[in-house]
């Protein structure tokens, strides 16, 4: 493991943990047949060389056999091969390393410790009352066995019928990617509203952070607003270390779903928690663990049915914390120059962008140079400017006479509305839904109640849908359909006409000639 830049950690521990059942098999193998000899009467030395001889094969091509089963796992692409790679090798090593020491060390200890059988030595009690039964378990087991081989037809019937039985359980238990796991962290994603402005979202998430100390099983919490993946002034983030069991009853889950009442009573802000995980194949950073992701080319229809595939997820039962990264209800404002007054004031365009810059931009006017750092001094407007009523009528600007003009009398400011952010996936614009589980829901319920109710809003066929993450990582689900035809197919296909309309739309954006690609089966 050294010699291949591997180390000691829940992979590794994993494959050690699971090869102790193979590595001993060769080993027994190889000490029962040379047992076998002894108590036939051949010295120990000659049995071992007797018995390894005969088994010295089997236990090469066992290990073979053993070996070919996880070469797969080793050459395993996308983050999945990534992560049990690692997996395959420790395990593969063990096993062939077993057999090395099967075929060498296992005989040699046999010539030198097993003593010569006596037929009049039965060893202690225990050892005579478990020779009687395993001789009893022995004949039992010819006795089924010769039942078995004379009833064919009953035999077969049975092994046919648990095929089936195991096909019609894999369809019908719920699936899962990894298993919720409980560190004892929680990361907390906060929301405002689209146009809170810095000072009030901090009091809010403060507010927030105050009750969930509040809370007897939480150590610490780290609160933040922007920056990172979310650079959104209206997002937050924390991160909230739990105490460690058993000091801490409640399980994670129950912890979860108590911070969230609590949370609850913070108007004006929402709070989405999510367990932290070990491992986490998320596509994209979201405030919930799985996402739901829609892409279309047409902006305004993906924001509209994205709402409303939204407010349908919210009423799936078992899925809570749904929320989406669409956020279109912000305000811009905009500054509107009254041109024909401004030339007869004798004030420039760029005379109105410069001073609106000084007041509540980052102009560095001048640096202050100390023995050992420099500071950079930044011109900006008192708080009294920074309402959008006060800013006009209070900024003056200079005209070219020298006079000092309200900026109020050569523009206004209008409010519109605007999008906070814009996502892609790939070239596409699109929107990603995120959800969590509750206790005692399989993921594979979640994925399939949501395709469900997608197609029952009949989604139009422009917009494409898949799940992100481990979402996408479910054992047994298969691609996701066509929003057009239904059919298995990825959307790139120029078999489905739907398929074809979102190629031709991405083509006409990015270059005339962008190339066909051939149908293809996910």
């Avoid at 000490?31 to 030395?45: C, D, S, T, W």
Wanted: proline content about 4%.
């Amino acid at each position: 493991m050294y010699a291949l830049g591997l180390s000691i950690d829940n992979i590794s521990l994993l494959a050690l943990t699971l090869c102790v059942g193979f590595v001993v098999d060769d080993a027994i193998v190889m000490l029962e047949n040379i047992v076998r000899h002894v108590e036939l009467g051949q010295k120990p030395f000659a049995a071992a060389l007797i018995g390894s001889r005969e088994v010295g094969f089997t236990i090469l091509s066992m290990t073979m056999s053993l070996i070919a089963v996880f070469i797969p796992v080793i050459f395993m692409g996308g983050i999945i091969g990534r992560m049990f790679s690692e997996f395959g090798y420790v395990i593969g090593l063990a096993i062939l390393i077993s057999c090395v020491v099967s075929l060498t060390l296992t005989p040699m200890l046999c010539s030198r410790l097993i003593q010569e059988h006596d037929e009049h030595d039965k060893g202690w009690f225990l050892l005579r009352w478990f020779d009687l039964f395993f001789t009893g378990l022995t004949r039992g087991y010819q006795t089924t066995l010769r039942w078995a081989v004379n009833a064919p037809a009953l035999m077969l019937t049975i092994t046919l019928a648990t095929f089936v039985v195991t096909g019609i359980m894999f369809v019908n238990i719920p699936k899962g990617f990894f298993p919720q796991e409980d560190a004892g962290l929680i990361s907390i994603s906060t929301v405002g509203p689209d146009d809170v402005s810095f000072d009030a979202m901090a009091a809010r998430q403060q507010a927030v952070v105050a009750e969930l100390r509040k809370d007897p099983d939480v150590l610490s919490v780290i609160s933040s607003i922007g920056g990172g993946a979310s650079s959104q002034l209206n997002s937050g983030r924390m991160f909230m270390q739990l105490r460690d069991k058993p000091a801490r009853k409640d399980k994670i889950d129950a912890v979860i779903k108590r911070l969230g009442e609590e949370a609850a009573k913070v108007p004006g802000i929402s709070t989405y928690f999510q367990a932290v995980q070990s491992i986490n194949v998320g596509a994209t950073s979201s405030r919930s663990q799985y996402q739901y992701a829609l892409m279309s080319p047409d902006i305004d229809e993906l924001r509209a049915n994205a709402q409303k595939v939204q407010a349908r997820m919210a009423q799936i039962p078992g899925i809570s914390g749904v929320n989406s990264d669409l956020q279109i209800k912000a305000r811009d404002a905009v500054v509107e120059i009254d041109r024909n007054n401004a030339a007869k004031l004798g004030v420039t365009v760029d005379q109105i962008r410069s001073i609106l810059y000084s007041a509540y931009g980052t102009n560095q006017v001048s640096t202050i140079y100390a023995p050992e750092n420099t500071y950079e001094v930044i011109l900006e407007a008192s708080d009294d400017y920074s309402s959008t009523q006060n800013m006009m009528r209070k900024l003056n600007v200079r005209s070219n006479s020298g006079a000092l003009i309200p900026l109020d009398s050569v523009a206004h400011i209008v409010e519109k509305p605007a999008a906070v952010s814009l996502s892609h996936i790939g070239q596409l614009p699109s929107v990603t839904i995120s959800f969590n589980l509750q206790p005692g829901v399989a993921l594979s319920q979640a994925v399939a109640e949501i395709q469900k109710a997608t197609q029952e809003l009949d989604v139009p066929a422009s917009i494409s849908t898949q799940f992100q993450g481990n979402g996408a990582a479910v054992p047994g689900l298969a691609s996701p359909a066509c929003r057009s035809c239904y059919s298995r197919r990825c959307w790139w296909s120029t078999s489905c006409s739907a398929s074809s309309m979102r190629a031709s739309s991405i083509r006409s954006q990015f270059s005339p000639a962008f190339p066909r690609r051939a149908s293809a089966p996910c």
